[in-house]
């Protein structure tokens, strides 16, 4: 009964392979986010979906493409790997217009050799 | 630049003691969130304040906000070994906007 659910939990995978996260919430919210933690624990927004429509799309390279299916789901696709991509990769959802918090899945540790 | 700057970045305390932590930003917000990230898990929300409330309280948290100063402070009151974790801001625009966080605030609670 886990609320936000990120797979794989870790990823290792070499320079210029394609790689997907997925990502989906029960909480019946509208609204999902990618952010991405550095290994100074600093978190930058990648991207939001809003009942499946981008509404955030932040100076992230093209290689990234996300992608939600339904308001229930948002996934990562990641080209071309490169070093720089090794970080970890939240997903997290809320509802749009009220103020409450954001509910994060456990993360997702991506490690490109 | 970033919006929320956390201060100290680290804070080493006895367990019973209180631990203050805080944060600074630079724009207006809508609403201020603290949430704690305990090593190689998620993020968890802990409280939230709107821009026109002063001071919030949930059990052992207390979270003020100076929107003069563009501040706020997450004050933890006789803290325990399980408290230990990083502790994070973020700050939202408008209702249901994006949150960008500081940069945080490492606490370590030795019993």
Not at chain 2, 36 to 65: A, C, F, P, Y
Request: with cysteine.
């Amino acid at each position: 009964d886990t609320a936000v659910s990120q797979t794989p939990k870790y990823l290792v995978t070499q320079m210029g392979n394609d790689k997907s996260i997925k990502c989906e919430q029960n909480l019946g919210h509208d609204t999902m986010y990618w952010y991405k933690q550095d290994s100074k624990k600093f978190l930058k927004i990648m991207f939001s979906y809003n009942n499946k429509e981008l509404i955030i799309n932040e100076t992230v390279p093209n290689r990234f493409s996300p992608k939600s299916p339904d308001k229930a789901h948002l996934n990562l696709h990641i080209n071309s790997l490169e070093l720089g991509d090794s970080a970890v990769y939240f997903c997290a959802s809320s509802q749009f217009g009220q103020e409450h918090g954001y509910t994060f899945g456990s993360g997702t540790r991506l490690t490109v050799v | 630049s970033q919006q929320g700057e956390e201060d100290p970045q680290a804070l080493s305390i006895q367990e019973g003691e209180n631990a203050t932590m805080n944060c600074s930003y630079k724009t207006s917000i809508n609403n201020l969130q603290w949430y704690r990230q305990n090593s190689g898990r998620g993020l968890v929300h802990l409280i939230l304040i709107r821009s026109n409330e002063r001071e919030k309280h949930s059990g052992r948290l207390r979270v003020t906000l100076d929107t003069s100063k563009k501040s706020s402070s997450l004050l933890i009151t006789a803290s325990r070994a399980a408290d230990t974790a990083s502790y994070f801001c973020a700050t939202g625009l408008t209702s249901g906007s994006r949150l960008t966080f500081g940069e945080g605030t490492q606490l370590t609670v030795n019993p």
